[in-house]
């Protein structure tokens, strides 16, 4: 009785998320016939919700921790998390949730993809990093650009398009872990992206 009181409790908590698009630049019906695309994440200058640079969060979490278990390094150990759950968390996520799409393998991302002639980028302009504390929590959320390009011609942009407020959290609240949900944002930036090549550029 009570764990079912705690999981209404959220659902009552939780405030739903719109996200939305804004294109920029280009058409995405221009990206009609690109089989392949190599990605490139851009993290530099992303601003955190409530603080004006990430420097700032950063030492905000870290003094916080260590003031609350002095000499244990929960800091600097935050602080370490934060940047390795990028190539650890957010960028796999990204990518096999965008492949999942397309799983007759028409249209593919990935790092390093040498086969790729045309780039994805990935620009993260802000991020809210959410919180769960069991009975109250509130999903993660990002701001990113997604750029498309010949990667021999980078100046030369085919697509942009801005995606605000993209959610990220998991299933029946288990998501204790910050990098975990932004993840999550990560997989439904893919998701959608997707979804809208599938829409008006296959």
Sequence with gaps: ???????ITIMITT????QKRKDQEG???????????NLIFDYENIKVHKFDTEEEFLKDKM?????????EGRGEKFKKSWFADREKRYEPKFIESFNKRFEDGTIKVGKDLSSATHT????TTWIYPGYNVGVSRQPAKLNAIITVYKTDDPDNILFSTEYLKVP???AFGNDYNSGYRISEGYAKLAKEFAKYIIKKAK
Excluded: Q
């Design 1 to 7: 009785m009570r764990k079912l009181l705690v999981v």
């Design 15 to 18: 405030v739903v998320v719109a």
């Design 168 to 170: 990220g959290g998991g």
């Design 63 to 71: 003094e916080k921790r260590e003031k609350k278990n002095p000499g």
């Design 27 to 37: 058409s995405i019906k221009d990206l009609k016939g690109i089989t392949a695309y």
């Design 120 to 123: 994805m980028k990935i620009k």
